[in-house]
C-alpha cells in the first residue's frame, strides 16, 4: 500500500465493481458514468476495524434513503452488504475508511440520466486514528437547507473540497458551514456540537445538515438537545466538538474565523470527555446500533 503525501493511504488492492471483487488497478468505470460527469451519485463512508465494519445496517439504510432522494433505483443492499464482506476480507488492516459509491451509471453527456443502470463501488483505505482534538475554521459559504440535495449524502462534493482545502490551509482539519438563514449547520463532512450553560447541543436536521450516524448515536447516548443555533454560537460555546464516522467524537481546541483566532484551552473540555468515553464505551459494544 502506499502513503501519499497527505498521510492518507491508498486504496487497498481489491475492490468491489460490477458484482464482483476486481483488482483495484484493473478496474474501470466508464467516463460516461454519470457520478463523473454530473456528480449523479450517493455515497457511504464507515469506520472499518479489524475486518468489521461499524454501524452497517445505519449506513446501508442511508445509502437506500440518499438513492431515493436522488432519484436513484433502489440500490440492492444484500449486494452492497456481500461486497462489504468481501472487501473487508479481502484487505485486511487495523483501520480504515470503507467507502460505497452508487451513481446514476452510464449516461448522455447532460444532465439526463442514462438507463442502463446504476454503478456500485465499494473499496477500503487505511485511515489513521484521528487526534483526540482538531482545529476548525468558518467560511463564508453556506449550506442551502432549501436545495433539492439538502440532507443527502450526494456526491456532488466540490464545495466541501473547497472547504476543507480552505481549512488545511489555516493548519485546521474541518471547516464549519452557516445555512442560508444564519444558523450553525455542520461541517465538510461533520456534524458539530456545543456546549450551553453546560449542555450538550446540537443543530436541528431543518439546518440542512447530514443525519450523521456518529450525530444520532451521540444524541442517543448523551442525551444531547436537537437545537437552532445562530452561527456566532462558535464564538462563545464553553466546548464545542464534531462528529463522523471516522472521527467518532473529536474535540474542538481552536476556531479561526473572519475576526480572528478562538482558543479553547483545555479541549477536551468536561462535557466533550464525557460524550468521548460514552462513545467509545457504547460504540465497541454495540458494532451495529
Ligand atoms: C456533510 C456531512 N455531514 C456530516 C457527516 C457525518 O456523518 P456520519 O456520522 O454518518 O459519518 C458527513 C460524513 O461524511 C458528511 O459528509
New binding site residues.
Given amino acids: 500500500m502506499n502513503t501519499q503525501s497527505n498521510g492518507a493511504s491508498a486504496p487497498a488492492s481489491r475492490i468491489w465493481l460490477d458484482g464482483a471483487l476486481r483488482e483495484a488497478d484493473g478496474a474501470r468505470v466508464s467516463v460516461f458514468d454519470h457520478g463523473l460527469t454530473a456528480g449523479d451519485g450517493v455515497f ?4 472499518a476495524t479489524n475486518g468489521g465494519a461499524f ?1 452497517l445496517d ?2 446501508l439504510r ?1 445509502l437506500a434513503t440518499s438513492a431515493r432522494g436522488l432519484g436513484l433505483p433502489e440500490p440492492d443492499l444484500d449486494e452492497a452488504r456481500e461486497a462489504c464482506a468481501a472487501v473487508l476480507a479481502a484487505n485486511p488492516m487495523e483501520h480504515g475508511r470503507l467507502r460505497i459509491t452508487y451513481t446514476g451509471g452510464l449516461s448522455p453527456l447532460s444532465s439526463d440520466r442514462g438507463d442502463t443502470g446504476p454503478t456500485l463501488v465499494v473499496a477500503l483505505g487505511a485511515a489513521k486514528r484521528r487526534p483526540d482534538s482538531t482545529a476548525v475554521i468558518t467560511v463564508p459559504w453556506v449550506r442551502n437547507e432549501r436545495g433539492a440535495l439538502a440532507g443527502l ?1 450526494t456526491t456532488s ?1 466540490a464545495e ?1 473540497v473547497l472547504a476543507l482545502s480552505r481549512a488545511h490551509e489555516h493548519d485546521a482539519t474541518e471547516a464549519l458551514f452557516a445555512n442560508t438563514v444564519g444558523a450553525l449547520c ?6 458539530v456540537f456545543v456546549v450551553l450553560d453546560g449542555e450538550l447541543h446540537t443543530p436541528t436536521l431543518a439546518s440542512g ?9 451521540t444524541i442517543e447516548w448523551t442525551g444531547a438537545k436537537e437545537t437552532e443555533l445562530p452561527y456566532d454560537v462558535l464564538d462563545r460555546a464553553e466546548e464545542v466538538f464534531l ?5 467518532d467524537v473529536q474535540a474542538v481546541h481552536r476556531i479561526h474565523g473572519e475576526a480572528g483566532e478562538r482558543l479553547l484551552p483545555g479541549a477536551p473540555g468536561p462535557v466533550t470527555a464525557k460524550a468521548m468515553r460514552v462513545f467509545e464505551e457504547r460504540s465497541a459494544a454495540e458494532p451495529n446500533p
Fill in positions: 457511504e463512508t464507515l469506520k454501524a445505519r449506513h442511508r449524502k462534493y466541501n455542520e461541517g465538510t463532512g461533520s456534524n445538515c447530514l443525519a450523521g450516524i456518529t450525530r444520532a448515536l462528529t463522523s464516522s471516522l472521527r
